[in-house]
């Protein structure tokens, strides 16, 4: 930058001659080039747009803006409503421990618990509740979790050997996993 700033002694350089008299020493002047016809006819259109063009095209916008809007709210609301779902299912999974409890003791056989028992079962699967975790199964650790390993000889793959409690998942939201005892090949 210091080398290209003048030095107080030196001497000016010539003037530039300015660009007005380059253009008309290169050529016609633009002004006459067109006729005032040619002047109103591309002033028209590029200052005066169509209105209703304009509001029609803002209509569409809005009307589309409209439309993703109320297509996402009923995905957060219907998102929404299956975690309230699954919370006040999750809260009464003690409830239907107890009955898996009560009947494996045998204290559901008959009687009116046996259909208050059945009554909540088919109140929770109405809103989508299944079990996960049955004996046998391949073991998941996405949707199981592994208490115990028994070392196996006659097992290819972890497979569930007993379940210790029952998970629950609704859809695809799991709410719970089973808590299992896993055969596991022996080595």
Same mark, same amino acid.
């Given at each position: ?12 350089? *010539? ?23 040619? =002047?109103?006819? =591309? ?10 063009? *304009? @509001? ?67 109140? =929770? ?49 799991? @709410? ?12």
């Amino acid at each position: 930058m210091a080398d290209e700033k003048k030095q107080p002694d030196e001497e000016p350089e *010539e003037p530039v001659e300015a660009p007005e008299d380059l253009i008309e020493a290169e050529g016609p002047d633009i002004e006459t080039s067109f006729t005032d016809e040619d =002047l109103a006819f =591309l002033a028209g259109d590029a200052i005066e747009p169509d209105p209703a063009a *304009e @509001l029609l095209a803002d209509l569409k916008r809005v009307q589309a803006e409209f439309a993703n809007y109320r297509k996402r709210v009923d995905r957060e609301r219907e998102t929404a409503r299956d975690a309230n779902t699954a919370e006040v299912v999750k809260a009464l999974l003690p409830v239907l421990d107890d009955f898996a409890l009560a009947e494996a003791h045998g204290d559901l056989t008959d009687g009116p618990m046996l259909v208050i028992a059945q009554k909540f079962r088919a109140g =929770l699967e109405k809103f989508g509740l299944t079990a996960i975790g049955e004996k046998g199964d391949v073991f998941d650790p996405n949707l199981h979790e592994a208490l115990v390993q028994l070392p196996t000889p006659d097992v290819t793959v972890n497979t569930i050997a007993d379940v210790i409690a029952q998970g629950y998942k609704i859809g695809d939201r799991l @709410l719970r996993p089973a808590k299992v005892a896993v055969s596991v090949p022996a080595e």
